[in-house]
């Protein structure tokens, strides 16, 4: 297959009708950026004070270097924390950095770090309604640790759910500096999926108790490193590769290995060759254009991303000017095949996808067919084909060399002539309940429409009591309530995945329903998430009863409950009380992220002002 075809005529439509929607904010936002550039270090413009202050406890050399000359100064912003896995090979890291600035003429300043916390943890726990604003105090956390003005560029240091969003966000609001991404990759693979999966069945059938669960939770979850199934921290590093902000290659590399230590040393090289102090200058703005947000949307559909990412890119967009909707994530799907099956879409894990050609075989199958906008700018330059390239260690050092032409292993990856299903796997759904959206690479066909009575609850807990009493063996729509972001901060409703699998598995037909999140893991169930508008803002969601039939049909979009217009309106509905969602484990803290939360299609975001 040639190495680019001509865009294919959807993608181009629908990257002209983002550039047009997004025209005002756009401009404005390169006006921001414009104004902020200068081809002199950003520092020169702080008083002898300012300055002595930003580099009083350096190293003697890499102070006189900043006081006196005009290398570039390399930003470190990390996630690193020892206790969570993702993050704790990202310790290494800033000494890494600051060795391979200095061997190109640069200097390099951990400016900050930013909270991380892992969903794993956090997962079914009053913690996880944190999880999603996080995204946005870590990009508060972001702007606050550039704004010294010190720098001539950005390295983000981070993987996982909500960090790679927030580092994004707020990076972008410097988006004048250069900004690399510099991941930590996957922890090499534990126990089969399928048999993770298993056990997690029968603990939720009460089947197997907690020391057998925990046995294999713990040899799924056992080293450094990001967990390997297609969540939204591997979903991360796909766009960040179609996007051309990591070096090619480096999503899917484990770490404390010499090549991610390459890779590493690598970014924080090329990061000081392309500021504006250079000949090279690659600013952050002018990477992520519309034919980046376009290109990111299309990896995630191709592989079947993490839903999650239809409220962080839009977050991630909005902050660039651009403005995505989950339209354009559907009308995209359409004609973007799925060329990869990994965990829980398929048996296989993120390492396996990596050994058998990963993001250099899938980004050459995109461009040979039109998918991808191959004329981006990215962090090494002009063009997308050089993430048709894998790294090696050759002799010499870091290399790379054309990404295999055939797929390793085609249960795991293939080609765009033999694709594992028609479309991207991502439907918008629409109704008298609002609109959402729902995955369906890893829905077998039989299961994509249900219509079924609903079963309502306004806590998960609930769910899983009723299922435990057997109440929910039978056909059903499970709607889970006064999930959205407003709520209580719109946490994964992750835990609920064994219990309602386990329906599926008897024969029942089984479907969930919520103004929630599901999962970046997304399963085998069909799940209108999303639903908006929430109903805590008077969705029509809210006034669902027992007993309701509802309708889902992922092939057309629907989502709709059997109920006259006139006699769903008529309903009177008494708010619940959410005061327990308010207090402990910080939630106290984040009332004003409640209050100030947009709605899911927008983002999820309380940094916009509830919009």
Same mark, same amino acid.
């Given at each position: 297959?040639?190495?680019?075809?001509?865009?294919?005529?959807?993608?181009?439509?629908?990257?002209?009708?983002?550039?047009?929607?997004?025209?005002?904010?756009?401009?404005?936002?390169?006006?921001?950026?414009?104004?902020?550039?200068?081809?002199?270090?950003?520092?020169?413009?702080?008083?002898?004070?300012?300055?002595? &202050?930003?580099?009083?406890?350096?190293?003697?050399?890499?102070?006189?270097?900043?006081?006196?000359?005009?290398?570039?100064?390399?930003?470190?912003?990390?996630?690193?924390?020892?206790?969570?896995?993702?993050?704790?090979?990202?310790?290494?890291?800033? $000494?890494?950095?600051?060795?391979?600035?200095? $061997?190109?003429?640069?200097?390099?300043?951990?400016?900050?770090?930013?909270?991380?916390? +892992?969903?794993?943890?956090? =997962?079914?726990?009053?913690?996880?309604?944190?999880?999603?604003?996080?995204?946005?105090?870590?990009?508060?956390?972001?702007?606050?640790?550039?704004?010294?003005?010190?720098?001539?560029?950005?390295?983000?240091?981070?993987? +996982?759910?909500?960090? #790679? %969003?927030?580092?994004?966000?707020?990076?972008?609001?410097?988006?004048?500096?250069?900004?690399?991404?510099?991941?930590?990759?996957?922890?090499?693979?534990?126990?089969?999926?399928?048999?993770?999966?298993?056990?997690?069945?029968?603990?939720?059938?009460?089947?197997?108790?907690?020391?057998?669960?925990?046995?294999?939770?713990?040899?799924?979850?056992?080293?450094?490193?990001?967990?390997?199934?297609?969540?939204?921290?591997?979903? @991360?590093?796909?766009?960040?590769?179609?996007?051309?902000?990591?070096?090619?290659?480096?999503?899917?590399?484990?770490? *404390?290995?010499?090549?991610?230590?390459?890779?590493?040393?690598?970014?924080?090289?090329?990061?000081?060759?392309?500021?504006?102090?250079?000949?090279?200058?690659?600013?952050? +703005?002018?990477?992520?254009?519309?034919? !980046?947000?376009?290109?990111?949307?299309?990896?995630?559909?191709?592989?079947?991303?993490?839903?999650?990412?239809?409220?962080?890119?839009?977050?991630?967009?909005?902050?660039?000017?651009? @403005?995505?909707?989950?339209?354009?994530?559907?009308?995209?799907?359409?004609?973007?095949?799925?060329?990869?099956?990994?965990?829980?879409?398929?048996?296989?894990?993120? *390492?396996?996808?990596?050994?058998?050609?990963?993001?250099?075989?899938?980004?050459?199958?995109?461009?040979?067919?039109?998918?991808?906008?191959?004329?981006?700018?990215?962090?090494?330059?002009?063009?997308?084909?050089?993430?048709?390239?894998?790294?090696?260690?050759?002799?010499?050092?870091?290399?790379?060399? %054309?990404?295999?032409?055939?797929?390793?292993?085609?249960?795991?990856?293939?080609?765009?002539?033999?694709?594992?299903?028609?479309?991207?796997?991502?439907?918008?759904?629409?109704?008298?309940?609002?609109?959402?959206?729902?995955?369906?690479?890893?829905? =077998?066909?039989? &299961?994509?429409?249900?219509?079924?009575?609903?079963?309502?609850?306004?806590?998960?807990?609930?769910?899983?009591?009723?299922?435990?009493?057997?109440?929910?063996?039978?056909?059903?729509?499970?709607?889970?309530?006064?999930?959205?972001?407003? !709520? *209580?901060?719109?946490?994964?409703?992750?835990?609920?995945?064994?219990?309602?699998?386990?329906?599926?598995?008897?024969?029942?037909?089984?479907?969930?329903?919520?103004?929630?999140?599901?999962?970046?893991?997304?399963?085998?169930?069909?799940?209108?998430?999303?639903?908006?508008?929430? +109903?805590?803002?008077?969705?029509?969601?809210?006034?669902?009863?027992?007993?309701?039939?509802?309708?889902?049909?992922?092939?057309?979009?629907?989502?709709?409950?059997? #109920?006259?217009?006139?006699?769903?309106?008529?309903?009177?509905?008494?708010?619940?009380?959410?005061?327990? *969602?308010?207090?402990?484990?910080?939630? $106290?803290?984040?009332?004003?992220?409640?209050?100030?939360?947009?709605? !899911?299609?927008?983002?999820?975001?309380?940094?916009?002002?509830?919009?």
């Amino acid at each position: 297959m040639k190495t680019s075809a001509p865009l294919h005529e959807r993608v181009r439509s629908v990257t002209e009708r983002i550039r047009e929607r997004s025209h005002p904010t756009r401009s404005a936002y390169l006006q921001r950026m414009r104004e902020a550039r200068s081809n002199k270090p950003t520092r020169g413009g702080l008083s002898c004070t300012n300055l002595a &202050h930003g580099f009083a406890g350096m190293d003697a050399q890499d102070k006189d270097t900043l006081r006196g000359g005009r290398w570039p100064n390399v930003a470190i912003v990390s996630s690193y924390n020892d206790m969570l896995s993702a993050h704790r090979p990202l310790e290494r890291y800033p $000494e890494l950095i600051k060795l391979a600035a200095r $061997e190109v003429g640069a200097v390099a300043q951990f400016a900050g770090g930013v909270p991380a916390m +892992c969903d794993g943890v956090t =997962q079914g726990q009053p913690g996880m309604e944190l999880s999603l604003f996080s995204r946005d105090v870590i990009a508060m956390a972001t702007a606050v640790a550039l704004s010294h003005n010190m720098f001539d560029a950005t390295l983000c240091l981070g993987v +996982c759910d909500k960090i #790679v %969003p927030g580092l994004f966000m707020g990076a972008l609001t410097f988006g004048h500096l250069p900004t690399i991404f510099v991941p930590g990759g996957p922890m090499t693979s534990g126990i089969p999926n399928k048999e993770k999966a298993r056990i997690r069945q029968l603990f939720a059938e009460g089947k197997v108790g907690r020391d057998a669960l925990l046995e294999s939770e713990a040899q799924s979850y056992h080293s450094q490193g990001t967990c390997t199934f297609y969540g939204t921290a591997n979903s @991360n590093q796909v766009m960040m590769e179609v996007m051309g902000l990591h070096l090619p290659g480096a999503a899917f590399v484990t770490p *404390n290995t010499p090549l991610r230590d390459a890779l590493t040393s690598a970014a924080a090289r090329r990061a000081a060759k392309i500021t504006s102090l250079g000949d090279e200058y690659l600013p952050m +703005c002018d990477t992520v254009d519309e034919r !980046a947000i376009v290109n990111a949307m299309v990896g995630l559909l191709a592989t079947g991303g993490s839903t999650n990412h239809t409220l962080h890119l839009v977050a991630m967009a909005r902050v660039a000017g651009i @403005n995505i909707n989950w339209d354009d994530f559907s009308d995209l799907s359409e004609i973007v095949p799925l060329l990869a099956r990994i965990y829980p879409n398929g048996a296989a894990d993120v *390492n396996h996808f990596h050994a058998a050609g990963g993001m250099g075989f899938l980004i050459r199958q995109l461009i040979g067919s039109g998918l991808l906008h191959q004329d981006t700018v990215t962090v090494v330059g002009q063009g997308l084909d050089a993430y048709t390239r894998e790294p090696w260690l050759s002799p010499d050092g870091l290399r790379w060399r %054309p990404a295999p032409e055939q797929s390793g292993d085609p249960e795991v990856l293939r080609p765009i002539t033999d694709p594992f299903g028609a479309d991207g796997g991502l439907k918008v759904l629409r109704g008298n309940l609002g609109r959402g959206v729902i995955k369906t690479s890893a829905v =077998q066909p039989q &299961h994509r429409v249900v219509e079924a009575p609903a079963r309502v609850f306004n806590d998960q807990e609930d769910v899983i009591k009723a299922f435990k009493a057997g109440e929910l063996s039978r056909d059903c729509v499970v709607v889970v309530r006064y999930q959205g972001p407003r !709520a *209580n901060g719109m946490p994964e409703l992750h835990q609920l995945t064994p219990t309602l699998t386990s329906l599926q598995s008897k024969g029942f037909k089984v479907a969930l329903v919520t103004d929630g999140r599901m999962s970046g893991a997304s399963g085998a169930i069909p799940a209108a998430i999303h639903v908006t508008p929430e +109903c805590l803002n008077g969705g029509p969601l809210e006034k669902v009863q027992d007993g309701d039939v509802i309708r889902l049909d992922s092939y057309t979009g629907m989502l709709e409950v059997r #109920v006259p217009d006139a006699v769903l309106r008529a309903r009177s509905v008494p708010k619940p009380d959410l005061s327990r *969602n308010a207090f402990g484990v910080g939630r $106290e803290l984040f009332a004003t992220f409640r209050a100030a939360a947009g709605d !899911a299609e927008a983002g999820a975001a309380s940094i916009f002002g509830g919009t």
